[in-house]
């Protein structure tokens, strides 16, 4: 997808003479600058960020639970360790 980004000279200038020095095109800058972004606000950037991200969620989501202790856990959780 072409999307047009206007740039003021000053701005532009800089941005050619970082590619140049970095051996990088214009678009390679911008794809990592738009990565930078999304990281910074905590945006997935493709699918093996996204599943990283549930991953940490949902461990967060356990270790919530367990420093709550058994209160926490619903009552039938609590009852399967113990024999009649």
Same mark, same amino acid.
């Given at each position: 997808?072409?999307? &047009?980004? *206007? /740039? ?5 200038? =800089? !941005?050619?003479? &970082?590619?140049?020095? #970095?051996?990088?095109? !214009?678009? *390679? &800058?911008?794809? *990592?600058? /738009?990565?930078?972004? $999304? ?7 493709? !699918? =093996?960020?996204? $599943? #990283? =991200?549930?991953?940490? !969620? ?9 420093? %709550? +202790?058994?209160?926490? %856990? ?6 399967? +360790? #113990? =024999?009649?």
């Amino acid at each position: 997808m072409r999307k &047009l980004i *206007e /740039f003021d000279d000053d701005t532009f200038d =800089k !941005l050619k003479q &970082l590619g140049r020095d #970095r051996m990088a095109t !214009l678009q *390679e &800058l911008a794809d *990592e600058a /738009f990565a930078d972004l $999304l990281k910074k606000h905590g945006i997935p950037i493709d !699918l =093996k960020d996204a $599943l #990283r =991200k549930s991953a940490r !969620l949902q461990d967060a989501k356990k270790q919530d639970a367990a420093k %709550q +202790g058994p209160a926490a %856990q619903p009552k039938n959780a609590r009852k399967r +360790g #113990r =024999k009649s």
